[in-house]
């Protein structure tokens, strides 16, 4: 079945530090790629989408891609704050059904140090 | 942005009790989702619910669970009897529809213990 792999398990950065966040996907059907990010006592909220490989998907400084290739997706961000500190999980839209099910990656500890 | 709810956060009870979680999706959404994460794992699919109807279900949905959604109100989810393997945060999301059913809202979900 369709699956997602998170291996970055705890990241810790610097202010201003360049963030690269990697997964790796799996799906028979086309991919929808999402991240997520949650901050203590939140649910996960929906930070990007990308849906054709090789185009960005950006929102609040952070950019988002996948590679077709590779099977490949990642998260990035050119210089994160401390306020950036939360989890990050990739995740897959699985569409082999009409319910939409998301599937989520183990999540990234991002902790910035200031 | 929409925002969906949940009651309590915090549950404690003792194994073989009843328990239901209440949650209170964004108002004209139409999907709805359970999701369970137990601690230090990734956070994994329960059930969807749509029209009435529960749409899918993962092996974790045992046959102790069950959802509802009674005329419109909480969208529940209930453990009878519970185990201690239940234990866990049960994160409740909605989506709008078709087009949109991918773009889940989420809770922040209600810590269950299970002593």
């Known amino acids: 079945g369709d699956s997602v792999t998170q291996k970055q398990g705890q990241v810790t950065l610097s202010e201003d530090d360049f963030l690269f966040i990697n997964c790796t996907y799996s799906?028979?059907?086309?991919?929808?790629l999402l991240w997520y990010v949650q901050y203590p006592g939140q649910g996960p909220q929906l930070l990007l989408k990308v849906t054709t490989a090789n185009n960005k998907g950006i929102s609040r400084g952070f950019e988002a891609t996948y590679d077709k290739g590779t099977t490949s997706f990642h998260l990035q961000k050119a210089s994160v704050q401390e306020s950036d500190s939360a989890v990050y999980f990739c995740a897959l839209v699985d569409r082999r059904t009409n319910a939409y099910k998301v599937i989520f990656g183990k999540g990234t500890h991002l902790h910035v140090l200031p | 942005g929409p925002k969906v709810l949940q009651i309590p956060s915090h549950q404690i009870i003792d194994m073989g009790q009843m328990v239901t979680l209440n949650c209170d999706p964004v108002s004209n959404h139409l999907y709805f989702y359970w999701y369970k994460q137990i601690l230090g794992q990734q956070m994994e699919f329960l059930v969807n619910f749509y029209n009435g109807k529960v749409m899918e279900k993962s092996k974790l949905f045992k046959d102790q669970f069950s959802v509802e959604r009674p005329d419109g109100s909480y969208f529940t989810l209930k453990i009878q009897p519970t185990a201690l393997e239940d234990s866990a945060v049960y994160f409740c999301?909605?989506?709008?529809?078709?087009?949109?059913?991918?773009?889940?809202?989420f809770g922040p979900g209600t810590r269950l213990t299970v002593l």
């Open positions: 999301a909605s989506s709008p529809g078709t087009g949109g059913a991918w773009e889940q809202y």
């Open positions: 799906t028979t059907t086309y991919p929808t």
